[in-house]
């Protein structure tokens, strides 16, 4: 009963540096979102994906990119990462009750 | 656009107290309004929801009144438990999927 899975838990990059963050759901969502927490700030939402084959930009997409491979599997790209993009990455997804499922999250510091 | 503003935390009580988290949104239409909660190092778990005016939402001993009137939405329990000590998310859903966060008040349960 995994849920929604996120890979890694922790990474630190260097300015500039890629990363792809890694998220599956084996509860045969529709949607799935990527969001990040930072202090005082909630969560804010960064890409959607509805269904397989569309993505949309959330609050704060600019320096992410993502790509919905499959049904279960949602992931974020950092092409270059800056420090600003410090934060706690959470993955989610929803079915038709349309209730948000949260991963563990993933810490990223950028140095 | 749609937000969320919660009372400023942190919150600390003694075990067996009274909790009230204030939570207030700003919305057009009548959005549906949920309670997350966070414990330390997982993702958001849903805690309770309420769908339309007058609702209450309840779930482990919290409970939440949708409030059209004041547009308002606060979580109170009888009586707090260690255990309880988490972050707290309100969170109303715009359009179909998508979530918008409030702040999030941390909450600490003294024994």
């Known amino acids: 009963n995994a849920g929604v899975t996120q890979t890694p838990k922790f990474q630190v990059l260097k300015t500039g540096q890629s990363m792809t963050l890694q998220c599956a759901q084996d509860?045969?969502?529709?949607?799935m979102y990527w969001y990040r927490q930072d202090p005082g700030m909630g969560l804010r939402l960064i890409y959607y994906?509805?269904?397989?084959?569309?993505?949309d930009k959330g609050e704060v997409p600019n320096g992410y990119n993502v790509s919905r491979l499959n049904k279960r599997e949602f992931s974020l790209r950092l092409e270059s990462a800056a420090p600003s993009q410090t934060s706690v990455y959470f993955c989610?997804?929803?079915?038709?009750?349309?209730?948000?499922?949260f991963g563990a999250g993933t810490r990223l510091s950028v140095l | 656009g749609n937000s969320v503003t919660q009372m400023e935390g942190p919150v600390t009580l003694s075990e067996e107290a009274f909790l009230t988290i204030n939570c207030t949104y700003t919305?057009?239409?009548?959005?549906?309004l949920f309670w997350y909660v966070q414990y330390p190092g997982e993702g958001l778990q849903l805690l309770l929801k309420a769908t339309k005016a007058d609702d209450k939402g309840s779930n482990k001993g919290f409970e939440a009144t949708y409030r059209k009137e004041t547009t308002s939405f606060h979580l109170e329990k009888g009586s707090v438990q260690v255990s309880d000590s988490a972050v707290y998310f309100c969170a109303l859903r715009e359009g179909a999927q998508k979530l918008v966060f409030g702040q999030g008040t941390r909450l600490t349960i003294n024994p």
């Open positions: 509860m045969n969502h529709n949607s």
């Open positions: 994906s509805a269904s397989e084959g569309t993505t």
């Open positions: 919305a057009t239409g009548y959005p549906s």
């Open positions: 989610a997804s929803s079915g038709a009750k349309n209730i948000q499922y």
